[in-house]
Antibody, heavy 120, light 107 residues
């Protein structure tokens, strides 16, 4: 069974940093691109970025709203995806989801989400 | 960036009604579009991929279609479990973009 489990959310002050993790199981993690999506309270979904696989040099793409502040990385040996968030702003407050390759035509897999609250 | 204009933002419907939700892309995105359903407190769930292909396990009352830059999600006969918020997602060009969402409520 495919599982994605996010962790690392919490309360952080504006300007601070936080690192989210997404632990993957039930599939060959190294074979897949991985995505991060967030949802501010009461708002819609926002795609924030993705990482490709080793065959594509682990290259990344980002939304403009997080580019230069957030970094997506992965450790295939640990079946883990990461989102390093720096220079956090109040508007980064959201539930953050990891998902397995949203462009893939196969199964649709998301984590349960982890809440990040940026507040003083 | 590609803008996805989704309409309506909300609608009220009764069980058994036919419901149509539309996303219009600001430029061509081929068929690189998915439709998602989200219930409160839950992760989104994809219903349709590649604009018109039904995700495995999704009831056949859901269907998707495309005409140029206009994409449509249709629920042929609304069921109680379909009351939720629906989003489209274009994954043709970076940055990927979601529509603003359509909340389907009980009339």
């Amino acid at each position: 069974e495919v599982q994605l489990v996010e962790s690392g959310g919490g309360l952080v002050q504006p300007g601070g940093s936080l690192r989210l993790s997404c632990a993957a199981s039930g599939f060959t993690f190294s074979d897949y691109y991985m995505d991060w999506v967030r949802q501010a309270p009461g708002k819609g979904l926002e795609w924030i970025g993705r990482t490709r696989d080793k065959a594509h040099s682990y290259t990344t793409e980002y939304a403009a709203s997080v580019k230069g502040r957030f970094t997506i990385s992965r450790d295939d040996s640990k079946n883990s995806l990461y989102l390093q968030m720096n220079s956090l702003k109040i508007e980064d407050t959201a539930v953050y989801y990891c998902a397995r390759d949203l462009a893939a035509r196969g199964g649709d897999y998301w984590g349960q989400g982890t809440l990040v609250t940026v507040s003083s | 960036d590609i803008q996805m204009t989704q309409s309506p933002s909300s609608l009220s419907a009764s069980v058994g009604d036919r419901v149509t939700i539309t996303c219009r892309a600001s430029q061509g995105i081929r068929n690189d579009l998915g439709w998602y359903q989200q219930k409160p407190g839950k992760a989104p769930k994809r219903l349709i991929y590649a604009a018109s292909s039904l995700q495995s396990g999704v009831p056949s009352r859901f269907s998707g279609s495309a005409s140029g830059t206009e994409f449509t999600l249709t629920i042929s006969s609304l069921q109680p479990e379909d009351f939720a918020t629906y989003y489209c997602l274009q994954h043709d060009s970076y940055p990927w973009t979601f529509g603003q969402g359509t909340k389907v409520e009980i009339k």
